[in-house]
């Protein structure tokens, strides 16, 4: 059974969350030590993006799984013959992930993202709210590009803590472009960028009901949180997804 299908370019993966959590357990259990799997809970913007950047659609092609992080992302995929394609928001796959490995003592979590201190933050949040303290670091970045000293720096860092998934919490597509220059310098089973998840879990953003998510419709109600920041994205992001895909099903008619 395929894993991927392909969308305005992109591969996306096609499970769901409780799979895909159970892939990465056998990896960090059973895997090859330092496969460095970069993974991307990847959004419309993200795909609007990559078809107008031929190199950031490579960087998220080279990636070891996009997940859906969006109802419409998932409604092509079920259109393309995947019906039992279902949504991986960032939100609940990191959930799932964190639930899951709770108990296992051997797989362990490093945060990087977020404002300063954010990542904490989270740190104590998974803790007590998820029941996870298998968090052993956290690294702020700093609102710059890194160099590559820096880079290796850090990637020594998160060797030194021995963890097995590092967490970027950044936006798109800053948090993909760092993940694979990451990846460069440390060891690790899987390098993961969730967006906005650290907001989300230490409480600074508020998420929509689920009601809104499942009618795909989370991004008007961030929208109406954020207006100033998200309206110029969101102008171009819609109807530039749903272009894309009516251009690609004509251009196979």
Same mark, same amino acid.
């Given at each position: ?50 078809? $107008? ?38 939100? &609940? ?28 933050? *989270? ?24 160099? &590559?000293?820096?880079?290796?720096? *850090? ?14 919490? *950044?936006?798109?597509? $800053?948090?993909?472009?760092?993940? @694979? ?7 690790? &089973? ?8 650290? &907001? ?7 998420? @929509? ?13 961030? *929208? ?27 251009? $196979? $008619?």
């Amino acid at each position: 059974m395929p894993t991927k299908v392909k969308i305005t370019g992109v591969d996306i993966f096609v499970g769901n969350n409780n799979t895909f959590a159970q892939e990465l357990i056998n990896d960090c259990n059973g895997g090859v030590k330092g496969a460095n799997r970069k993974v991307s809970a990847t959004s419309a913007h993200g795909l609007v993006f990559a078809s $107008k950047n031929s190199d950031f659609k490579n960087t998220l092609n080279n990636f070891h799984y996009n997940l859906p992080d969006g109802m419409p992302i998932v409604w092509v995929g079920r259109l393309k013959g995947h019906r039992h394609m279902q949504r991986c928001s960032g939100v &609940d796959m990191f959930e799932v992930v964190m639930k899951v490995t709770a108990s296992h003592n051997n797989i362990k979590h490093f945060f990087c993202g977020g404002k300063e201190g954010v990542a904490k933050q *989270l740190q104590a949040s998974s803790a007590n709210n998820l029941g996870n303290s298998n968090v052993v670091g956290t690294y702020s970045p700093p609102f710059r590009i890194m160099t &590559d000293e820096e880079f290796a720096a *850090l990637g020594q860092e998160i060797n030194n803590t021995g963890a097995n998934i590092v967490w970027i919490g *950044l936006s798109t597509p $800053k948090q993909e472009v760092f993940a @694979a220059s990451l990846a460069k310098h440390c060891s690790v &089973d899987y390098i993961i960028t969730v967006g906005a998840v650290f &907001d989300f879990f230490t409480g600074n953003l508020e998420r @929509a009901p689920r009601w809104i998510q499942n009618i795909g419709l989370e991004w008007f109600y961030r *929208l109406l949180k954020e207006p100033r920041r998200l309206f110029s994205r969101y102008f171009e992001v819609v109807p530039g997804f749903i272009a894309l895909n009516l251009k690609e099903l004509f251009s $196979k $008619k």
